[in-house]
């Protein structure tokens, strides 16, 4: 049975009885650790162990896995940290079911392939565990509606755990942008514009994840198995929250603004059949026709006037950059040449200045008095403020900073990108997942330097 096919289980069956899942919940005194659940520790999985684990308010309680590689690992960083063994759940198809049951869970941390996201979040939920959701929220846009209606309807907590609206560079310009430097904001963009071939195809051999082969599905390894079958099958902005996420919280999106629609375009696909060309020209992958557009643009309207172009490009030569602009009536900011431009502030009228003095200056309350503790964290850092962000409101009581709301919002992007593009760049409404309450719905995120 491979890591996928494991992983999904149950997914489509029946699930345990609701007073059973009801039952996994404990009661948790103020100022006990969190036990914590982790479904999924491969590569990316154990980003977010190693980070817990660094963590005295955290047991990590359980893992969850098929691939006894990555169980080793995981168990193997847990005594190195010097912390209690997890119970380990895995070996057959159920195993995360059985997790939710019986580890006596606060709350897990979803780290699974993209389609497994929204049952497991859901019977999570429904077992009254707190749910941290790597993106994507869902894959069919009914699944963003029944993840949605799984919150509201069991009131469990639920946060998507979008790491770059912490990156340091991007918090400093939302404290820019709510300090009205830009003006009134007009025009954002945001990507995901990273070379991903090596992620996509490798060998297949445990514990080495990117590149050396053209394999993938069954006879690749890690995200090879499970990301690039998408790639054959779908066309569309496949991964937009990176881009999409710190755009939505510059435009108040679903606090008192939101996207109402949105059209996508998408390029010929030519990247990866060319990267196996070029390694095994002989291989049987050559054959295959692959979907996906290697450069996907969607362009988003919103409720307020703003504009947001984004970007999906993972399958081409690049440097990585996410491609951000943040435009308003007095300035932008651009982090592909690092630079920025505010009338009336700038040295030389029309002339780009570094924008590094400025991030600075406006370095976010978050990052001055939390850069100590998340150096050495993945991502620059970003992924100690997300995790800590998930762990805080929880202990706190309070709700998440990256909420229900946003997740849907945010990652529904990919089903209505893909209609839009099937049906040859027709314009796609955008649902409503607050039914008209991101009329009222107040901003909360990073507000402050708690979380």
């Not at 168990?75 to 006596?104: C, I, K, N």
């Not at 949605?148 to 991007?170: I, S």
């Not at 996508?264 to 002989?282: E, M, V, W």
């Not at 955008?430 to 708690?450: C, M, N, S």
Request: aromatic letters at 8%; charged letters at 20%; one cysteine or more.
């Amino acid at each position: 049975m491979n890591r996928r096919k494991f992983l999904l289980g149950c997914a489509a069956g029946a699930a345990l009885a609701p007073h059973a899942l009801r039952a996994a919940a404990r009661s948790r005194k103020p100022n006990e650790a969190l036990n914590i659940g982790i479904l999924g520790v491969g590569m990316r999985g154990q980003v977010h162990l190693r980070e817990l684990l660094r963590r005295d308010d955290v047991a990590i309680a359980a893992i969850c896995d098929i691939d006894p590689f990555m169980i080793g690992r995981a168990l193997q960083a847990a005594s190195q940290a010097g912390r209690a063994r997890p119970t380990v759940f895995t070996g057959h198809p159920g195993a995360w079911r059985e997790m939710y049951a019986r580890a006596d869970l606060d709350a897990v941390v979803i780290v699974t392939p993209w389609e497994l996201h929204a049952p497991q979040a859901i019977e999570a939920m429904e077992a009254r565990i707190a749910v941290g959701c790597e993106v994507v929220a869902g894959v069919t846009l009914q699944e963003h509606w029944d993840v949605l209606g799984a919150q509201q309807r069991t009131g469990t907590p639920y946060m998507l755990l979008e790491n770059v609206c912490y990156r340091r560079d991007v918090m400093a310009v939302l404290n820019m942008a709510r300090q009205g430097l830009f003006g009134e904001l007009l025009h954002l963009e945001g990507g995901y514009q990273h070379d991903l071939r090596p992620v996509k195809f490798n060998a297949g051999i445990p514990g080495q994840a990117y590149g050396g082969g053209v394999e993938f599905g069954d006879k690749g390894w890690s995200e090879a198995i499970w990301r690039t079958p998408h790639a054959v099958v779908r066309n569309g902005d496949l991964y937009p929250s990176h881009g999409v996420g710190p755009c939505a919280m510059l435009a108040n999106i679903n606090r008192g603004n939101r996207f109402e629609r949105l059209t996508s375009y998408a390029s010929k696909p030519r990247g990866l059949h060319d990267y196996i060309g070029k390694l095994a020209p002989g291989h049987p992958n050559n054959r295959v026709a692959f979907s996906l557009g290697d450069i996907v643009q969607t362009q988003i309207a919103c409720a307020n006037g703003e504009t947001i172009l984004l970007s999906h490009d993972t399958s081409l030569p690049r440097p990585y950059s996410l491609g951000f602009r943040v435009q308003g009536t007095r300035g932008l900011w651009m982090d592909v040449n690092d630079s920025i431009y505010i009338e009336g502030k700038a040295r030389e009228h029309d002339r780009w200045e570094s924008a590094q003095p400025w991030l600075a200056q406006y370095d976010h309350p978050l990052w001055k008095r939390y850069a100590a503790h998340a150096e050495g964290s993945g991502h620059g850092g970003m992924d100690f403020f997300v995790l800590h962000a998930f762990v805080e409101s929880l202990r706190r009581a309070e709700p998440p900073p990256i909420d229900i709301y946003d997740a849907v919002a945010w990652s529904a992007i990919t089903p209505l990108s893909e209609a839009s593009i099937a049906q040859s760049n027709r314009t796609v409404q955008f649902p409503d997942f607050t039914r008209g309450q991101w009329r009222e719905r107040q901003a909360i995120f990073a507000l402050d330097d708690r979380y």
